[in-house]
């Protein structure tokens, strides 16, 4: 595929920004990932956790626009980027959990806030008890309770099967953004899944085919559900339902389709910002 030199000036400046790390965990795994240094000893880490189509490159403009007194870490889930696979061909949520809280052990002492967007969600949920809050973006809500659960797999699979990782990054904005979504945002969004690796993906729609986001109850920590108002992956009233489930608080993001982070970064900023101000 070919990119803009706008899109090339923004990796650039993301990767002295934003810079990628890697960290080799206790089981020997490689775990990548973005950092945000905080400017002083930070009171707070916030912890951000990317979708099936993505990576930790999705929360840029969101870290640059999150305050300097945090420190903001974005990962590469494993099978993404320059993380290694988990063992199992057909994971679920429970095994990106453990690598998550290793990684959080080693590199992540403090307070930590997890965000999860999409997938991520389905992620961050089983480590609630690491986390001062869960602040859950278009949470994703698995299928392994839902009748569609093996039309969805199969349809996932066919369609990298058929049209490859590339062929699935020429579309996808389509499907994540609002119609009103600028190029640059709609490139950055072709370029992301444009690097996803095969493999990695394939476990990923496992995991989502395969893991229910309500079997992780998060209590007894604070709770926020926030969704895009354009979203059609996980529309506003089933992110509800999820923020009614959890009694938690509830916020539209408007002008947004489901990769929010991407198309409406400062909104997705100040909703972190005002949900981890009063965090314990």
Known sequence: MHWSETLHAKARAMDARFPQRAI?????????????????TPALTVVLLHGISSSAASWYDVALALPPGLRVLAWDAPGYGASTPLATPTPVNTDYADRLRAWIAQEAAGRVALVGHSLGALMAAP???????????SPAGGYAGSDKREQVRAERLAALDTLGVHGLAQRIDQRLLSPAADEQAREWVRWSTARLHAGGYRQAVHMLCDSDLGRHAPAPVPVTVAVGEHDVVTPPAACERWARAYQAPFTLLPGAGHASPTEQPGAVASWIVHHTASLP
Do not use: K, N, V
């Not at 080799?24 to 002083?40: I, N, W």
């Open 127 to 137: 480590c609630a008890a690491q986390a001062a809050g869960l602040l859950l973006i």
């Open 24 to 40: 080799t965990l206790p089981d020997g795994a490689t775990l990548s990932f973005r950092e945000r240094p905080a400017h002083a």
